[in-house]
T-cell receptor, first 109, second 121 residues
């Protein structure tokens, strides 16, 4: 059981928008930054969003992040079939450990 | 930035393994580093981190069994794993950690391709 809670799967049609939620607590998301990662099968994760809503160089602005209280959300607009992947949220806990969400599988119908 | 893990393999329960991560393309000594693992078909799990000053952090699941270390002269990160259990079977990723000791926590900006450690008799 992961410390951060994500929906196991989400789906949407090409061109549409999808959001992935990440729920935590006051000891992690509530006081610390959230980052998001994209992982294709058999490959290493890739940083998508850091510090709640910042995008690294090279990440398109179709990807966005937000945080409110003890929850965070990843948004993806203009969905493409190439966005089909697993998405993970991460935050640091007050016990000085990084906690991951269980991951969300995105299907682009 | 390149991170290249090695050292994975098959080991019996109770055995030991040392993973290495060779780093290049950045000033290794100036950045914190981490290990993150992924059991077959499962999600990602943080294992351990080491700061620039070699302060170490561990997940409860590996505390007392795993040791993270770094050799800045060789630009290499290590994970010494002892008393291995079947549940330690996973792909182990090395990741560069930004802002590790910032009050609000850090993030993993670059990842290696991983090395598979299998614990089985």
């Amino acid at each position: 059981q992961s410390v951060l809670t994500q929906p196991p799967s989400v789906s949407a049609a090409p061109g549409q928008k999808v959001t992935i939620s990440c729920s935590g607590s006051s000891s992690n998301i509530g006081k610390n930054y959230v980052s998001w990662y994209q992982q294709f099968p058999g490959t290493a994760p890739k940083l998508l969003i850091y510090d709640n809503n910042k995008r690294p160089s090279g990440i398109p602005d179709r990807f966005s992040g937000s945080k409110s209280g003890t929850s965070a959300t990843l948004g993806i607009t203009g969905l493409q079939t190439g966005d089909e992947a697993d998405y993970y949220c991460v935050a640091w806990d007050s016990s000085l450990s990084a906690v991951f969400g269980g991951g969300t599988k995105l299907t682009v119908l | 930035v390149q991170l290249l893990e090695s050292g994975g393999g098959l080991v019996q329960p109770g055995g030991s393994l040392r993973l290495s991560c060779a780093a290049s393309g950045f000033t290794f000594s100036s950045y914190a580093m981490s290990w993150v693992r992924q059991a077959p078909g499962k999600g990602l799990e943080w294992v351990s981190s080491i700061s620039v000053s070699a302060k170490t952090y561990y997940a409860d699941s590996v505390k007392g069994r795993f040791t993270i270390s770094r050799d800045n002269s060789k630009n290499t990160l290590y994970l010494h794993m002892n008393s291995l259990r079947a549940e330690d079977t996973a792909v182990y990723y090395c990741a560069k950690a930004e802002q590790l000791e910032r009050r609000q926590g850090g993030y993993f900006d670059y990842w290696g391709q991983g090395t598979l450690a299998t614990v089985s008799s």
